[in-house]
């Protein structure tokens, strides 16, 4: 079973404008972190944000974390035709694994 | 570039025959991981080693699969009488064991089952 949920499932955007996805979890975590996925290809990570932190940059990534809320959300600023991809959540709980959400597929036209 | 490795990257068998998946980790990370991803879904979860020791298995793991890292370096995932339901991409990754860790993924080894 998938701990996170990802809100839209699918995102499309014009170029330069910003992409906001959200993830919301069920259990208490460690962490959470973003990854991306191009078509096809493995993931690749983005950010990761630890359970007593709210809020996190990395060039024009931007992540949230609510933990009352169990949710998060990424960012991503003046986007480009090459952030054409899927994002996953992934939360860190107990045990050493990441558990994965169904991802937001996002389209920046250019 | 030493990354994660995995092959074959397209796997292309008839149900019933038994494929294997190899995944060479980055080399200086001790634990690595197995995920299954189905179209337009996440990775899920299969079976993960710290060193050549499995330390946790996916109730989504049948018996018809197993997984190996003998020397704690490479691994290898094995189905068994494949089925249709298992066409997948088969997702290997690596970490450290230590401090607050991220997976570094492979490109993944395709499996097509007809």
Not at chain 1, 50 to 72: A, I, Q
Not at chain 2, 92 to 100: E, I, P
Request: charge should be positive.
């Amino acid at each position: 079973s998938q701990q996170g949920e990802e809100d839209p499932q699918a995102l499309s955007i014009q170029e330069g404008e910003n992409a906001t996805m959200n993830c919301s979890y069920k259990t208490s975590i460690n962490n959470l972190q973003w990854y991306r996925q191009n078509s096809g290809r493995g993931l690749v990570h983005l950010i990761l944000i630890r359970s007593n932190e709210r809020e996190k940059h990395s060039g024009r990534l931007r992540v949230t974390l609510d933990t009352s809320k169990k949710s998060s959300s990424l960012l991503i600023t003046a986007s480009r035709a090459a952030d054409t991809a899927s994002y996953f959540c992934a939360t860190e709980a107990a045990g050493n694994k990441l558990t994965f959400g169904g991802g937001t597929r996002v389209l920046v036209k250019p | 570039d030493t990354g994660v490795s995995q092959n074959p990257r397209h796997k292309i068998t008839k149900r019933g025959q038994n494929v294997t998946f190899r995944c060479d980790p980055i080399s200086e990370h001790n634990r690595l991981y197995w995920y299954r991803q189905t179209l337009g879904q996440g990775p899920e979860f299969l079976t993960y080693f710290q060193n050549e020791a499995q330390l946790e298995k996916s109730r989504l793991l049948s018996d018809r699969f197993s997984a190996e890292r003998p020397k704690g370096s490479f691994s290898t995932l094995e189905i068994q009488r494949t089925e249709q339901g298992d066409s997948a991409m088969y997702l290997c990754a690596s970490s450290l064991a230590s401090g607050v860790w991220e997976l570094f993924f492979g490109e993944g080894s395709r499996l097509t089952v007809l």
